[in-house]
């Protein structure tokens, strides 16, 4: 049982690339979501989906889009990278509710250099 | 504002006592959850004890337990027994209902537990 798999677990991008961090889930979750982690502020959310085709933003999203073709599926991408999105990178799934476990990738440390 | 504080970056605690790890939240809503996380220095988020808003008994899960005070907004996590592998860092987290069913995280408190 995979849980929530995210790749790449390490990425060193320079100032203006563009990047995808993959996530998939196998439990058939039908709410993902993708969070920054930065030092001394906690998580925070940049984009969510509550299922297949429907997403939003959350509180963080400038310079991230999502997309959700697949209940599995939740790829978080980078336009143009920029050194302020150096962070560690979360993919979470969970079912729809208020008493629902959220369930964690192992995290991406990206670099912008 | 809905908002999660853990105003202790940083504690210590000597093996085998029990320590606890602060939490306090703002929300108008009346119903809610509360989350503790560990994020062990390998970098994962493990769940660790969930309370809802409208539990009336503080919930438990083996060493952990969850202080719930709600009209003090309060959250606490008391640890038992602290063991080595304790140390990490902890995030209190809340979820309200909303379409999001986002979680809002506070800044986290590292712990080090001392032989």
């Known amino acids: 049982n995979a849980g929530v798999t995210q790749t790449p677990k390490f990425q060193v991008l320079k100032t203006g690339q563009s990047m995808t961090l993959q996530c998939a889930q196998d439990m058939n979750h039908e709410y993902m979501s993708w969070y920054r982690q930065d030092p001394g502020m906690g998580l925070r959310l940049i984009h969510y989906s509550v299922g297949a085709g429907i997403t939003d933003q959350g509180e963080v999203p400038n310079g991230y889009n999502v997309s959700r073709s697949t209940t599995e599926d939740f790829p978080l991408r980078l336009l143009s990278a920029a050194p302020s999105q150096t962070s560690v990178y979360f993919c979470?799934?969970?079912?729809?509710?208020?008493?629902?476990?959220?369930?964690f990738g192992q995290g991406t440390r990206l670099t912008v250099v | 504002a809905q908002k999660i504080t853990q105003t202790q970056p940083g504690m210590f605690v000597q093996e085998k006592e029990a320590v606890t790890l602060d939490c306090t939240y703002d929300?108008?809503?009346?119903?809610?959850?509360l989350f503790w996380y560990k994020q062990p220095s390998s970098g994962e988020m493990i769940f660790l004890i969930y309370q809802g808003s409208y539990d009336e008994q503080n919930a438990t899960e083996g060493r952990y337990s969850l202080n719930f005070q709600k009209a003090r907004k309060s959250a606490n996590l008391v640890i038992s027994a602290s063991q080595l592998g304790d140390s990490a860092m902890y995030f209190c987290a809340m979820r309200v209902m909303d379409s999001s069913y986002k979680l809002i995280f506070g800044s986290g408190t590292r712990l080090l537990v001392r032989p």
């Open positions: 929300t108008s809503d009346q119903s809610y959850g």
């Open positions: 979470a799934s969970s079912w729809a509710g208020m008493n629902t476990e959220a369930f």
